[in-house]
């Protein structure tokens, strides 16, 4: 058996060093990305344990059943990981994986961890990978929100949330996370990155390059050649997901036929006064607004009052920044007069004892009485 060379071992317990957290098979695939060292992850292992270098587990692993689906795009699984801190925010990543071939199939990081976010992540993979037949997800607020519900069921989805507490089903996602921790993450907090853009393009990078290509340890096949196995999956149309992704809200129509939508005002038909009507939207745009009643489309809102251009949960992803500072540095101006005048003699350590009765006066009689006035 060919020996692996000492300078290669000796580069791995460096990069083990550096990064405490990179594990023997992360540190094999950087030695053979960057270095064209090829050294097998088990002898590295070995080597680590040998050295007292071994990674500290975190605690016991946790054991999740083995289903599968049958076919690529018959379960997706859905949910959000916290990542490291972009300037002052928390960075999460929604991510979905298909289940038959480890595929992940749609995923983007943010900077807040609500529906917005969800749909951007859950966006992407529908135009790149398809509609899959399944979506399971956890159950917090963003996974329960009725605008997921409204585009799964436009898309023919069957959406369904795993119970509360300890999860079961949501396994492979929960691995793909450690995997995106022990390969991804860790070399992040080690680089660095500037903004959530270049978090974003480094991970689809790895992603693609990555996670994609490497044949899965427990399917034996690579997640991108197992997912195509049975050819290209069928894309939605961009109007079906921009149909989709659309938010609506269910308002009474008043007897002037009109309508309110966070503080806007709207004409609709006069026939709808007295309906209730489904209001149809883009939420970054409430100038736009479709109206439908009973599942049928009956015309467009007229905007009479505006208030509002945007709804008031479409935040952006990074807050407003915050208004320039005056650049006026108060103390530093003190303690510059403070050196200035002290070189032109003031003594200053003097001052405090005149102010205390230390000193005499220039028309006292030496022994602290004030003299007579001639």
Not at 130 to 154: H, M, Q, W
Not at 241 to 265: D, I, P
Not at 266 to 289: H, R, S, W
Not at 334 to 353: C, H, K, M, V, W
Request: proline share 6%; aromatic share 6%.
């Amino acid at each position: 058996m060919p020996r692996t060379p000492e300078g290669v071992l000796a580069l791995a317990c460096d990069l083990k060093r550096e990064g405490p957290r990179r594990t023997a098979a992360q540190i094999a695939e950087i030695l053979a990305t960057t270095k064209q060292m090829a050294v097998s992850s088990r002898t590295l292992q070995r080597h680590f344990a040998r050295l007292g270098l071994h990674r500290d587990a975190s605690g016991p692993r946790t054991v999740f059943g083995r289903f599968e689906a049958d076919a690529p795009n018959d379960l997706w699984t859905g949910d959000a990981l916290h990542g490291p801190t972009i300037g002052a925010l928390r960075s999460i990543l929604f991510c979905f994986i298909d289940d038959h071939s480890r595929l992940l199939t749609g995923y983007r990081w943010g900077s807040m961890e609500d529906s917005l976010r969800l749909e951007a992540a859950l966006r992407k993979g529908l135009a790149a990978r398809g509609i899959p037949g399944r979506a399971y997800v956890d159950n917090g607020s963003p996974f329960a929100s009725k605008r997921l519900l409204r585009a799964c069921a436009t898309l023919g989805i069957k959406l369904s949330h795993s119970a509360p507490g300890r999860p079961a089903g949501r396994g492979k996602i929960e691995r793909v996370f450690r995997t995106v921790r022990e390969q991804f993450l860790v070399e992040i907090e080690l680089r660095g990155v500037a903004d959530l853009d270049e978090l974003n393009r480094l991970f689809q990078a790895w992603v693609e390059v990555v996670y994609h290509r490497r044949p899965h340890s427990e399917t034996g096949d690579a997640p991108i050649d197992r997912f195509l196995s049975q050819g290209p999956p069928a894309l939605p149309t961009p109007a079906d997901l921009r149909e989709a992704f659309l938010w609506s809200e269910h308002r009474t129509v008043t007897k002037t036929a009109t309508a309110s939508l966070f503080g806007n005002t709207y004409e609709v038909e006069q026939v709808l006064a007295g309906a209730k009507v489904e209001l149809v939207f883009d939420p970054f745009d409430l100038t736009e607004i479709r109206v439908r009643y009973q599942g049928r489309e009956v015309g467009r809102a007229v905007p009479t009052v505006i208030h509002r251009q945007v709804h008031p949960e479409a935040r952006p992803e990074t807050p407003t920044a915050p208004k320039p500072r005056t650049g006026i540095d108060y103390l530093s101006v003190i303690e510059a007069r403070f050196i200035d005048q002290t070189r032109r003699g003031i003594p200053y350590g003097t001052l405090g004892e005149a102010a205390d009765g230390n000193t005499t006066s220039s028309t006292g009689d030496g022994d602290g009485n004030e003299g007579e006035a001639s």
